[in-house]
């Protein structure tokens, strides 16, 4: 009996594999874009993106602003470490602590360009317009 199920357990498991979501993870922290900014970006925060085919769901909190955030966004920079543009919007409180989230379809493309590192999640604030708190997305 057991070598009768064998043969179908096999493509049963490596089709469960398959569906299995790839999780990104980052912990959200303040980076200074110069001097005078450093005073203004405070808090902390952590984000995970769960792609499964070519489905990205976004979740993740943060708490500990100076001031309320004003949105937040997945950027995509040219290599890890590198700043680049919005490549997606998220959810985000307006407050000094709370969620941020969104859902998206992604192009093979932008796919492509979550594996290799080359994006991360930014939160904006009243007092750091420019960014706030930074976290890569990575495996």
């Not at 952590?46 to 990205?56: N, P, R, W």
């Not at 590198?82 to 941020?100: D, S, Y």
């Not at 796919?111 to 930014?122: A, D, F, H, N, R």
């Given at each position: 009996m057991v070598r009768r199920l064998f043969p179908l357990a096999l493509p049963l498991a490596l089709c469960a594999m398959a569906q299995s979501p790839e999780i990104y993870k980052t912990r959200l922290a303040p980076v200074a874009i110069d001097k005078a900014m450093g005073t203004r970006v405070t808090g902390s925060g952590?984000?995970?993106?769960?792609?499964?085919?070519?489905?990205?769901i976004v979740s993740g909190s943060f708490e500990g602003l100076s001031s309320p955030a004003t949105a937040a966004h997945i950027h995509q920079g040219?290599?890890?470490?590198?700043?680049?543009?919005?490549?997606?919007?998220?959810?985000?409180?307006?407050?000094?602590?709370?969620?941020?989230?969104?859902?998206?379809?992604?192009t093979p493309e932008q796919?492509?360009?979550?594996?290799?590192?080359?994006?991360?999640?930014?939160i904006h604030s009243e007092k750091a317009p420019e960014g706030n708190l930074w976290g890569w997305l990575l495996k």
């Open positions: 952590m984000a995970e993106a769960s792609l499964a085919g070519s489905k990205l040219s290599m890890t470490g590198v700043r680049g543009p919005v490549a997606l919007n998220l959810t985000v409180t307006k407050a000094e602590a709370g969620k941020i989230s969104g859902a998206f379809d992604l796919i492509e360009s979550l594996k290799q590192g080359k994006w991360y999640v930014q």
